[in-house]
């Protein structure tokens, strides 16, 4: 089954503690990104990755870094939470061809205490 | 950054009804557009896309129209079913200097009322 994976599905941690949340995707898909849904503001891009080892920021990348060392695979880190990144992370991917929809994983909620 | 917003935060509609969200964006150098349905506790789901040298495009049972003038975006909804209660997003995709940046508007939530 096609499909995008995120671990965990929900963590509750604490300030300062480093975290990765994890996503893969079997698609085969070069596009990849992460957005952060809060309520009323939708979802914003953090970063997004062309390909493996091409990544960039999105609309509201700080306090967040990201790797892409496989193609299937683009963790989200973040160093040194803070309560403000309490929230509903979501990953997505797509092909990198031209206009193409995004395929989401099922989001992952994090609480910064 | 670009802002997407929609007309309306709510809607209710009877079932059978015609459904329809409106999204307004502002940068018009956006040259493709997506709508997604997202029901409680799951990610985004694609419903239908557009690019921007359409001005409609039709799937099942669902319309998207681009109004590029006024930079204007809606989804039609045919015979609502209870099914279709979700919240709704419209996204515009923006060629940035590395690749594709995504905005989403922030939501309209559709309620069918049996």
């Known amino acids: 089954e096609a499909q995008v994976t995120q671990n965990p599905r929900y963590l509750i941690t604490v300030t300062g503690k480093k975290l990765t949340v994890t996503c893969s995707q079997n698609m085969n898909h070069e596009y990849m990104s992460w957005y952060r849904q809060d309520p009323g503001l939708g979802l914003r891009q953090i970063y997004y990755s062309m390909n493996v080892e091409v990544t960039d920021k999105g609309d509201v990348p700080e306090g967040y870094k990201v790797s892409r060392k496989e193609k299937r695979n683009f963790p989200l880190i973040l160093e040194s939470p803070s309560p403000n990144q309490t929230s509903l992370y979501f990953c997505?991917?797509?092909?990198?061809?031209?206009?193409?929809?995004?395929?989401f994983g099922d989001g992952t909620r994090l609480s910064i205490l | 950054g670009e802002s997407v917003g929609l007309h309306l935060p709510t809607l209710s509609v009877q079932e059978g009804d015609n459904s329809i969200i409106n999204c307004a964006y502002s940068?018009?150098?956006?040259?493709?557009f997506i709508w997604y349905k997202q029901e409680s506790g799951k990610g985004p789901q694609f419903i239908i896309d557009i690019r921007s040298n359409m001005d409609k495009r039709q799937g099942q049972r669902v319309t998207v129209l681009l109004n590029k003038t006024v930079k204007h975006l809606s989804l039609q909804i045919a015979a609502t079913q209870p099914g279709d209660s979700a919240v709704y997003f419209c996204a515009e995709k923006i060629i940035a200097r590395t690749g594709n940046q995504f905005y989403f508007g922030t939501g309209t939530s559709l309620t069918v009322i049996p």
């Open positions: 997505a991917s797509s092909l990198r061809v031209k206009n193409q929809p995004q395929h």
């Open positions: 940068n018009s150098a956006s040259d493709y």
